[in-house]
């Protein structure tokens, strides 16, 4: 292979890619529609000047609507003007103007909408100033420096009435290098979808320079700020450009060159679609010219928008494109000249095996250009980032990649052609052209002696695999399942080399692989330690569950869900190993067994919470179509009514639940069976309330709101409950009211439910007397807590209002008028501060240690994977009021680092 790379490097021809790479990169630089166009039809010039003859352009929706594998298509955008002049200023700017789309397409973010007359002067607010409750209507919010300009913020900022955002988040990390660098803001959105698309709301936001960030929150921080807003960004219904050329080889089955276009930096990713057109013309070239077989298998490259438009590409032809594709590599961020740039490889991940993987061995093993950019990290076990992520096994299509880490550079202007050096560009399409053109020319007659290389390696993982069981000290049938599965992952690996044709040398190293797996095996069977068997309540749980993909592609933006009901994923689903769990289901393994190869993949062991995380997420998926997931263990309505019945809750009870619906497993019929079933064992003479807390906060305790959790209390929205998916719920059953507390408001239903919330006023403490935790006590109430533990006690609020103790503070609020119009609401006794129940687990907190040896009755019974627990509250008042005469510092924490804890103990 050395030999060939130095013809390949002869043949790439550098200063006219390094040519091509500047005119492709100044024609994406608007990065507008109409761009994507010319950087298209550009792309395609050069496809036919190279000597392509299959060349297409295929033309996508950008109609914000059109979805392929859960990824939504772009709303179509174009701008021309983009500014922001600031007009007012206690300090003053030498450069009104800090933001210029007409100086600096990266000036104005992607997706931004007109200003409806055009311009219009506004006020600009920091982040801070933002969460502190300054009046956000009509302005734009400049983010703190370490603040993503994302989903979090710009939906926090617009349902807050802000315009947009100002951003320098992606000029730090070069401010010092770089001090003039803007940074270019790809996924603005208020959603996980990396476009702006049907039904997002207009905003207006601008990227600056770290030093104008720092000059404009100084500013705004010590008095007001007013700038002149200029914008006519349009986004409509239009059309995306994908790019395609087909090289036929002897066989119809394609290898695919993926290269993404449509972000306009150097490196990011102008280089991987010069290069891979590169590659081709050389490999072509070095055919012709004898110096390489005649392709075995026909060469596709695909050029269209990362992810979405590889997506699009993936329906276009097929779908699963494993009968149509034996693998691919994705050219993105190549190394190029980025300074302090490292060449990391990443193997396509198991999910669709790849003999090219093995070839990608032998081949960063042989290779001898080693000094000009060393292999950093070789990640054999691949993974799913980006535009790997076709090697899902829905989709099928493995895919190599070759990126340049560890940059200093990264989605920010200082990305110029300045940065490119043309003898590691050079050198870099080379080394992947030398290893594509290993793959692509493989035939019958190099087959055995391939396979043969290819079998010593998977001797040689067994062998590490092997190592790694005894040194993690794994029992024998942990560590035999582990080895067994890396056997099966070579095996696969081997049995793709029938894509070139049948060999017996095939099936030979495949034996020799489990002739040695056998011997390992017996190894490990004399050696492992006796341990005990994994144990853990989520883990155990996991093997009861089966799951099966129902749609091809990774769930990403869940754009089947109404905006309300979308949810984040684990690991973003594709930067992660949730998306191993995804790729390795089958409907025949056990979503434990899913589980234990993601670990084995990954090298690590999942904690139990992480565990949960994603079962919690399989379960979502599961319920909302994305998944079919099968559950052994189910809880129904009338398993949480026994549950409730034999914790002690009867027929006539006031109760007030705290809950977790994570807590169980699997409940047929969610939230809604759970309201049922507390309603059920209750009667129509009972009570059920539930705490419908918000976070309306603009200062607590003398101290500035900085949770980003802030919004002003409107009662008429629902997704502002902090406090879980049941009371979330429960809120919009009929029937049920609420008390108008801002901080603290209850829900409730029954006979006695006006009873307990009418009398509490929204200015009134939020756990006083008027409050619904008296009124338990009054009605000889009952607390029942639903899988949560005792932490959510707020009934210990209510004693600390009783008691009168010294860190209960006032707080000042925000509420939403019918309107839409804001007040501020003054409430005294607010509950400022750290507790150490808020910790506890299981009783073993301070208060509830003592409560319980005090004489504080407390029910218990289990379901499913959770417990329930019951407390009357006559005895919790008595016990609890005991032990706070006797100790008015229980509730605090002992951790000497708790400033708050430790201001108020007395």
Same mark, same amino acid.
């Given at each position: 292979?050395?030999?060939?790379?130095?013809?390949?490097?002869?043949?790439?021809?550098?200063?006219?890619?390094?040519?091509?790479?500047?005119?492709?990169?100044?024609?994406?630089?608007?990065?507008?529609?109409?761009?994507?166009?010319?950087?298209?039809?550009?792309?395609?010039?050069?496809?036919?000047?190279?000597?392509?003859?299959?060349?297409?352009? #295929?033309?996508?929706?950008?109609?914000?609507?059109? $979805?392929?594998?859960?990824?939504?298509?772009?709303?179509?955008?174009?701008?021309?003007?983009?500014?922001?002049?600031?007009?007012?200023?206690?300090?003053?700017?030498?450069?009104?103007?800090?933001?210029?789309?007409?100086?600096?397409?990266?000036?104005?973010?992607?997706?931004?909408?007109?200003?409806?007359?055009?311009?219009?002067?506004?006020?600009? #607010?920091?982040?801070?100033? /933002?969460?502190?409750?300054?009046?956000?209507?009509?302005?734009? *919010?400049?983010?703190?420096?370490?603040?993503?300009?994302?989903?979090?913020?710009?939906?926090?900022?617009?349902?807050?009435?802000?315009?947009?955002?100002?951003?320098?988040?992606?000029?730090?990390?070069?401010?010092?290098?770089?001090?003039?660098?803007?940074?270019?803001?790809?996924?603005?959105?208020?959603?996980?979808?990396?476009?702006?698309?049907?039904?997002?709301?207009?905003?207006?936001?601008?990227?600056?320079?770290?030093?104008?960030?720092?000059?404009?929150?100084?500013?705004?921080?010590?008095?007001?700020?007013?700038?002149?807003?200029?914008?006519?960004?349009?986004?409509?219904?239009?059309?995306?450009?994908?790019?395609?050329?087909?090289?036929?080889?002897?066989?119809?089955?394609?290898?695919?060159?993926?290269?993404?276009?449509?972000?306009? %930096?150097?490196?990011?990713?102008?280089?991987?679609?010069?290069?891979?057109?590169?590659?081709?013309?050389?490999?072509?070239?070095?055919?012709?010219?004898?110096?390489?077989?005649?392709?075995?298998?026909?060469?596709?490259? $695909?050029?269209?928008?990362?992810?979405?438009?590889?997506?699009?590409?993936?329906?276009?032809?097929?779908?699963?494109?494993?009968?149509?594709?034996?693998?691919?590599?994705?050219?993105?961020?190549?190394?190029?000249?980025?300074?302090?740039?490292?060449?990391?490889?990443?193997?396509?991940?198991?999910?669709?095996?790849?003999?090219?993987?093995?070839?990608?061995?032998?081949?960063?093993?042989?290779?001898?250009?080693?000094?000009?950019?060393?292999?950093?990290?070789?990640?054999?076990?691949?993974?799913?980032?980006?535009?790997?992520?076709?090697?899902?096994?829905?989709?099928?299509?493995?895919?190599?990649?070759?990126?340049?880490?560890?940059?200093?550079?990264?989605?920010?202007?200082?990305?110029?052609?300045?940065?490119?050096?043309?003898?590691?560009?050079?050198?870099?399409?080379?080394?992947?052209?030398?290893?594509?053109? &290993?793959?692509?020319?493989?035939?019958?007659?190099?087959?055995?002696?391939?396979?043969?290389?290819?079998?010593?390696?998977?001797?040689?993982?067994?062998?590490?695999?092997?190592?790694?069981?005894?040194?993690?000290?794994?029992?024998?049938?942990?560590?035999?399942?582990?080895?067994?599965?890396?056997?099966?992952?070579?095996?696969?690996?081997?049995?793709?080399?029938?894509?070139?044709?049948?060999?017996?040398? #095939?099936?030979?190293?495949?034996?020799?692989?489990?002739?040695?797996?056998?011997?390992?095996?017996?190894?490990?069977?004399?050696?492992? !330690?006796?341990?005990?068997?994994?144990?853990?309540?989520?883990?155990?749980?996991?093997?009861?569950? /089966?799951?099966?993909?129902?749609?091809?592609?990774?769930?990403?933006?869940?754009?089947?869900?109404?905006?309300?009901?979308?949810?984040?994923?684990?690991?973003?689903?594709?930067?992660?190993?949730?998306?191993?769990?995804?790729?390795?289901?089958?409907?025949?393994?056990?979503?434990?067994?899913?589980?234990?190869?993601?670990?084995?993949?990954?090298?690590?062991?999942?904690?139990?919470?992480?565990?949960?995380?994603?079962?919690?997420? *399989?379960?979502?998926?599961?319920?909302?179509?994305?998944?079919?997931?099968?559950?052994?263990?189910?809880?129904?309505?009338?398993?949480?009514?026994?549950? %409730?019945?034999?914790?002690? $809750?009867?027929?006539?009870?006031?109760?007030?639940?705290?809950?977790?619906?994570?807590?169980?497993?699997?409940?047929?019929?969610?939230?809604?069976?759970?309201?049922?079933?507390?309603?059920?064992?209750?009667?129509?003479?009972?009570?059920?309330?539930?705490?419908?807390?918000?976070?309306?906060?603009?200062?607590?305790?003398?101290?500035?709101?900085?949770?980003?959790?802030?919004? !002003?209390?409107?009662?008429?929205?629902?997704?502002?409950?902090?406090?879980?998916?049941?009371?979330?719920?429960?809120?919009?059953?009929?029937?049920?009211?609420?008390?108008?507390?801002?901080?603290?408001?209850?829900?409730?239903?029954?006979?006695?439910?006006?009873?307990?919330?009418?009398?509490?006023?929204?200015?009134?403490?939020?756990?006083?007397?008027?409050?619904?935790?008296?009124?338990?006590?009054?009605?000889?109430?009952?607390?029942?807590?639903?899988?949560?533990?005792?932490?959510?006690?707020?009934?210990?609020?209510?004693?600390?209002?009783?008691?009168?103790?010294?860190?209960?503070?006032? &707080?000042?609020?925000?509420?939403?008028?019918?309107?839409?119009?804001?007040?501020?609401?003054?409430?005294?006794?607010?509950?400022?501060?750290?507790?150490?129940?808020?910790?506890?687990?299981?009783?073993?907190?301070?208060?509830?240690?003592?409560?319980?040896?005090?004489?504080?009755?407390?029910?218990?019974?289990?379901?499913?994977?959770?417990?329930?627990?019951?407390?009357?509250?006559?005895?919790?008042?008595?016990?609890?009021?005991?032990?706070?005469?006797?100790?008015?510092? #229980?509730?605090?924490?002992?951790?000497?680092?708790? /400033?708050?804890?430790?201001?108020?103990?007395?």
């Amino acid at each position: 292979m050395n030999e060939l790379f130095a013809k390949f490097l002869n043949c790439v021809d550098r200063n006219r890619i390094y040519n091509e790479v500047e005119n492709l990169w100044r024609k994406e630089f608007p990065q507008t529609s109409r761009a994507y166009l010319a950087a298209a039809e550009y792309t395609l010039e050069l496809l036919r000047e190279a000597g392509m003859e299959n060349v297409e352009m #295929i033309s996508f929706p950008a109609d914000g609507k059109t $979805v392929y594998q859960d990824k939504c298509m772009p709303l179509a955008w174009d701008a021309t003007i983009g500014k922001l002049t600031i007009r007012k200023s206690p300090r003053p700017f030498a450069e009104p103007v800090i933001a210029d789309y007409q100086r600096h397409p990266f000036h104005l973010v992607k997706g931004s909408a007109a200003i409806p007359e055009g311009k219009r002067l506004v006020k600009i #607010i920091t982040e801070t100033q /933002l969460f502190a409750g300054e009046d956000a209507d009509g302005a734009l *919010v400049v983010c703190a420096p370490s603040t993503v300009p994302g989903a979090a913020i710009l939906k926090t900022a617009l349902d807050l009435g802000a315009i947009g955002l100002i951003s320098d988040y992606y000029a730090q990390a070069c401010r010092v290098q770089a001090p003039e660098a803007i940074g270019w803001v790809n996924a603005g959105t208020e959603g996980a979808n990396w476009h702006v698309i049907e039904g997002d709301r207009p905003f207006v936001c601008f990227s600056i320079t770290a030093g104008a960030g720092d000059q404009l929150r100084q500013a705004a921080e010590v008095g007001e700020v007013t700038a002149l807003v200029e914008c006519d960004g349009r986004r409509y219904q239009g059309s995306i450009p994908g790019v395609t050329a087909l090289i036929p080889g002897r066989q119809k089955k394609e290898f695919w060159l993926m290269a993404h276009l449509y972000e306009p %930096l150097s490196d990011d990713n102008s280089t991987g679609v010069v290069a891979a057109i590169e590659m081709v013309r050389c490999i072509k070239e070095l055919i012709a010219k004898g110096d390489l077989p005649e392709l075995e298998f026909s060469l596709r490259l $695909v050029f269209g928008a990362e992810m979405y438009g590889f997506a699009a590409f993936a329906e276009h032809f097929g779908g699963n494109l494993s009968e149509r594709t034996i693998g691919a590599v994705n050219l993105d961020s190549l190394m190029a000249g980025n300074p302090n740039q490292r060449l990391h490889v990443y193997a396509a991940a198991p999910g669709t095996p790849f003999f090219g993987n093995a070839l990608l061995e032998i081949f960063l093993d042989q290779w001898k250009d080693k000094n000009a950019f060393p292999v950093a990290k070789f990640a054999e076990s691949g993974w799913y980032d980006d535009d790997t992520l076709l090697t899902d096994r829905t989709v099928g299509l493995p895919t190599v990649w070759f990126i340049g880490r560890e940059k200093m550079f990264w989605h920010n202007s200082a990305l110029t052609m300045q940065l490119i050096d043309r003898r590691i560009f050079a050198r870099i399409c080379a080394t992947i052209g030398t290893w594509i053109a &290993s793959v692509v020319t493989l035939n019958k007659a190099s087959l055995a002696q391939i396979v043969r290389q290819a079998g010593a390696y998977g001797l040689s993982h067994l062998a590490i695999e092997y190592r790694n069981i005894l040194q993690k000290g794994l029992s024998a049938d942990e560590g035999s399942e582990q080895l067994l599965y890396r056997l099966q992952r070579d095996c696969e690996r081997l049995e793709d080399f029938r894509e070139v044709g049948s060999d017996p040398e #095939i099936e030979r190293q495949i034996e020799l692989l489990q002739a040695a797996t056998q011997g390992y095996l017996a190894q490990i069977k004399e050696q492992a !330690p006796v341990t005990e068997e994994r144990k853990g309540k989520w883990f155990d749980y996991s093997a009861t569950v /089966l799951a099966s993909r129902v749609e091809r592609g990774f769930p990403h933006d869940q754009t089947r869900l109404p905006r309300c009901q979308r949810r984040s994923l684990p690991d973003g689903v594709i930067y992660g190993p949730f998306s191993r769990v995804l790729s390795n289901m089958d409907g025949q393994k056990t979503l434990q067994r899913v589980i234990r190869e993601a670990e084995w993949e990954e090298g690590t062991v999942f904690s139990e919470t992480k565990i949960k995380e994603y079962l919690g997420a *399989v379960m979502f998926l599961g319920k909302h179509g994305f998944l079919k997931v099968e559950y052994n263990q189910k809880i129904t309505h009338a398993d949480i009514l026994s549950a %409730l019945q034999n914790v002690g $809750v009867r027929s006539g009870d006031c109760l007030f639940v705290h809950s977790s619906a994570s807590a169980f497993g699997w409940i047929e019929g969610g939230e809604t069976a759970v309201i049922e079933a507390f309603l059920d064992a209750i009667g129509s003479t009972g009570t059920l309330l539930m705490p419908t807390f918000t976070s309306p906060f603009n200062s607590f305790e003398g101290t500035l709101n900085k949770g980003r959790r802030y919004r !002003p209390f409107d009662p008429e929205d629902p997704s502002q409950v902090r406090v879980g998916s049941i009371p979330r719920t429960f809120l919009q059953m009929p029937g049920v009211i609420r008390s108008r507390h801002p901080s603290h408001p209850v829900a409730g239903i029954g006979s006695l439910a006006a009873a307990c919330l009418e009398a509490q006023q929204e200015n009134d403490p939020p756990t006083g007397e008027t409050s619904s935790f008296a009124k338990l006590v009054e009605y000889k109430g009952r607390l029942v807590y639903f899988g949560c533990g005792l932490a959510p006690s707020t009934f210990l609020h209510y004693l600390e209002t009783v008691a009168d103790l010294p860190y209960l503070k006032d &707080s000042v609020c925000r509420v939403k008028n019918k309107d839409g119009s804001l007040r501020t609401v003054y409430i005294p006794k607010n509950l400022p501060g750290d507790r150490d129940f808020y910790r506890d687990v299981d009783g073993n907190s301070k208060f509830f240690k003592k409560a319980l040896a005090s004489g504080l009755k407390m029910n218990e019974s289990t379901l499913g994977c959770g417990k329930i627990r019951l407390l009357e509250a006559e005895n919790f008042y008595a016990v609890g009021m005991k032990l706070l005469s006797q100790d008015p510092n #229980i509730l605090l924490c002992d951790n000497e680092e708790c /400033l708050f804890c430790r201001k108020y103990k007395q």
